[in-house]
């Protein structure tokens, strides 16, 4: 299972909520960690990370783009 990447998460709550967190996501255990970049006047000025339970999130996954470079 792919643990470290970007992506959204989305956190179905006990009490029938959901939430909705897009960044870096590390799984670690049972736990998904989200990093979130806040920007501030089109800069970036900190992070801000949430722990969530593996078992009530699903997670969608960013697809990862590789360069390939040749050597000659």
Do not use: C, H
Not at 25 to 48: K, L
Request: proline fraction near 6%; avoid cysteine.
């Amino acid at each position: 299972m792919k643990t470290l990447g970007s992506g959204k998460v989305t956190y179905y709550a006990p009490d029938g909520t959901s939430l909705q967190l897009s960044g870096e996501i590390d799984v670690r255990g049972d736990r998904i960690s989200v990093t979130e970049i806040i920007y501030f006047n089109g800069q970036p000025n900190g992070a801000r990370e949430t722990n969530l339970p593996l078992a009530q999130s699903v997670i969608y996954w960013e697809p990862e783009v590789y360069e390939q470079i040749g050597f000659e």
